[in-house]
């Protein structure tokens, strides 16, 4: 019997873990190591920070689903990886320490025969000054909605702004990124549609004024260098398709900006022209940049190779070209296939926690050298792919044996679609849906826009709350593995 | 070389806003191309996307006359507001009151593909922001006030749609079909129902019969509607293959409807 063990129950994490554990059946055992009780919906959090959902709805225990489904689950944190084993061992090891209430601070070792790592990002906060509390987490002047938890304290803070609006106090709003290099633009701009939706619903939107900050260099540029969308039969760029979003809505908006600093009712930014300047709030809700986790890696002398491993951000190194160079010289084919790790063939990462190998943006900085573009988004949809795409070569590999052929998920190759709702409701309020092919540019299939343009389009309308409400429930339905859980697409 | 600027009514392309990568001679090349049809039309600046090339391009006359050439720009940011009346090639001697912003900031690369910002106002302002925007394909009809579009819609010989003509159309002739097809089943629907209310079973062997050729009728539509379909479809050819998908789709959803009425036809209404 062989064991696979899945480092993060994420989106990722939990699509490995999960058909791993169907194919392999009770031939080999599935392990999963994740510091969270719960699984979340995350898209979904937008709808929490706001106050149109409870975390309870975007949520669910994840200790039952993997007792179903025969999965070793510890709740914990990985701390390192010894892919060499030890002296007197040759067996990899990774080394966890326990978040779970009985046990928290434990620390104990889990051999592996083959090693998944998807730890998702950490949320690096404290990458930009009063982001961060300094210790890791979120600080005291911004809202997030990256978490569950993080959304549900949105919700509050936005809850008290719309009271003192209604006691006759203005508000102002700044929803962006936190950082010049944040990925997850697309996430901060559907929420900046549902404060807006919901500052008119509660009649106080002519006491607020609502406001865009954010890396990217044009508006519509979503991590990705813009799209091509045909919106009701018209092919728009996903720039005019934003501006004119905001420009209905009475939303100005800061592009090309790092938060450099941020204080109580206040950042500090520099802008790509290399001007620096303030922007007053109220109430911020600004995505932190991400990083690795954190994870360490020895080898089996014990010496510290983090670096051979993961790349300097933090994030593990897989089949990619990591050599790519300048912008010109960025291909499609630089982006991994299998997300093996080039060093030991035994472990994978898959979702956010592979490196990337280089943006898919154009990169920019500003005259003092500060790169101000937004980092690769991974969001659900490739993320379920890849995790799936892993679990298929993890399981060959052990049921077939090493020389199995590995199974391929690059991000040139698929699509992603993406519902950006504006309210939540069945009957008003309006949502963009988007899909993109493929999601990496590849410039030389498709030259130009490196996208086909047929397959890369954009709707807005009452149907995409519809769309973004399917989602939810069978996204939650396919995790909690309910019966025919495997014909949901990822 | 002088270039021929795209006009309306000549659609714009689908492709654009794509950013140079390489400064090569084909870039510089372009740039030349630019100059020398600005020059030849005396005009105050254009975007590569004009003359028929998609690449991130724009080349202006600044006060001077002097040529100021941006590669991938961006407007970083914009202070106040300005209404003016402006022209723009793309649609000769016609001319529309666009709101632009007074102020702007604008970051660049020059042919050497060196990082570059520019502070402009006034009417400099207003042309890199009309240029920008033909760089992401709009025109400045995208620009126009909802007054100012419908009254600039009825100046334009063919609307404005026509700058848009490569495109997939969402409502088809086809779809006629599918509401001839769905009236028939809603009337066969309210046949059953009103079997359940009947007790003479001539009457009923009437009402299955013409179910019956309600049914023969459906199919014998949906499989013209299956053919049609896929011809109006190849008519157009901004139309994805993709569509074949929906035509199925719909043809199926059909065939579902026709057999979900027809059992319920056949316990409540056959004798």
Known sequence: MARLVVLGGGVSGHTTATFAAKWLGSQHEVVVVTPNSKWNWIPSNIWVGVGEMTKEEVTFDLAPVYAKAGITYHQAKALSINPEGKEDSDKPFVTIEYTSEDKAGQTETIEYDYLVNATGPKLNFDATPGLGDGNGQMGENTV?????????????????????????????FLIGTGHGMCTCQGAAFEYIFNIEHELNKAGVRDMAEVKWISNESFLGDFGMGGLHMKVGGYVVSSKLFAESLFAER?????????????????????????????????????????????????????????????????????????????????????????????????????????????????????????????????????????????????????????????????????????????????????????????????????????????????????????IKHILHHLFIYKAKLNPGWTLIPE | MIKEIIKYPTPLS?????????????????????????????????????????YNVIVLKDEKGAFIEMINPRLISYKGRVSTQEATAYYPNQKAEITRYENISVVYQDRDGKDCSLQASGA??????????????????????????????????????????????????????????????????????????????????????????????????????????????????????????????????????????MLLAYFFVYQ
């Open chain 2, 14 to 54: 689908v492709e654009y806003a794509t950013d140079v990568r390489v400064f090569n001679d084909e870039l510089f090349a372009l740039i030349e191309d630019l100059k020398d049809t600005i020059n030849e039309n005396n005009l105050d600046g254009l975007a590569a996307f004009q003359i028929g090339n998609y």
């Open chain 2, 124 to 261: 400099l302002a207003v042309t890199i922001q009309r240029k920008i925007d033909y760089t992401f394909g709009a025109t400045f009809i995208h620009k126009m006030s909802k007054e100012e579009k419908e009254r600039f819609e009825q100046r334009l010989e063919y609307g404005s749609d026509v700058g848009n003509s490569d495109y997939c159309p969402t409502t088809f002739k086809r779809d006629k079909i599918v509401l001839v097809m769905n009236v028939a089943m809603g009337l066969m629907v309210l046949g059953v129902v009103a079997a359940l209310f009947i007790e003479d079973s001539a009457l009923l062997h009437t009402l299955w019969k013409l179910l019956l050729y309600g049914a023969a009728g459906v199919i014998g539509l949906d499989i013209i509607y299956f053919f049609y379909a896929q011809y109006e479809g190849k008519k157009a050819s901004g139309c994805s293959s993709c569509q074949i998908g929906n035509i199925i789709g719909t043809v199926a959803i059909v065939l579902l409807k026709l057999t979900v009425i």
């Open chain 1, 144 to 172: 997030s909605v990256c978490t569950a938890d993080h959304a549900v304290h949105a919700a509050e803070e936005f809850q008290k702004a719309i009271e003192k609006m209604k006691a006759g106090e203005r508000q102002k």
């Open chain 1, 250 to 466: 009475g939303v100005e908006w800061l592009i090309g900006a790092h938060t450099s600093k941020v204080e109580a009712g206040k950042v500090e930014y520099e802008l790509l022209d290399g001007t620096k300047g303030e922007e007053a709030f109220d109430f911020a809700m600004l995505i932190p940049p991400f990083a690795g986790v954190g994870l360490k890696a020895y080898n089996k002398a014990g010496e510290d190779i983090t670096g051979t491993v993961f790349a300097p951000n933090g994030f593990m190194k897989v089949d990619a070209n990591y050599n790519a160079g300048a912008y010109e010289n960025w291909k499609a084919s630089d982006w991994p296939r299998t997300y093996q790790n080039p060093t030991y063939k035994n472990m994978f990462a898959a979702g956010i926690a592979f490196a990337p190998p280089h943006i898919i943006s154009k990169p920019m900085s500003s005259p003092n050298g500060t790169p101000i573009n937004p980092t690769p988004p991974r969001t659900g949809m490739p993320s379920g792919i890849i995790g799936k795409a892993v679990a298929h070569s993890v399981c060959d590999l052990m049921t077939k044996g090493e020389d199995a052929k590995l199974h391929e998920a690059s991000m040139a190759e698929m699509g992603a679609a993406c519902v950006a709702s504006a309210g939540k409701g069945v009957f008003s309020g309006q949502a963009a849906a988007m899909t993109v092919y493929p999601v990496v540019p590849d410039f030389e299939k498709y030259p130009g826009t490196g996208r086909d343009t047929d397959y890369t389009f954009g709707e807005i309308g009452l149907a995409g709350h519809w």
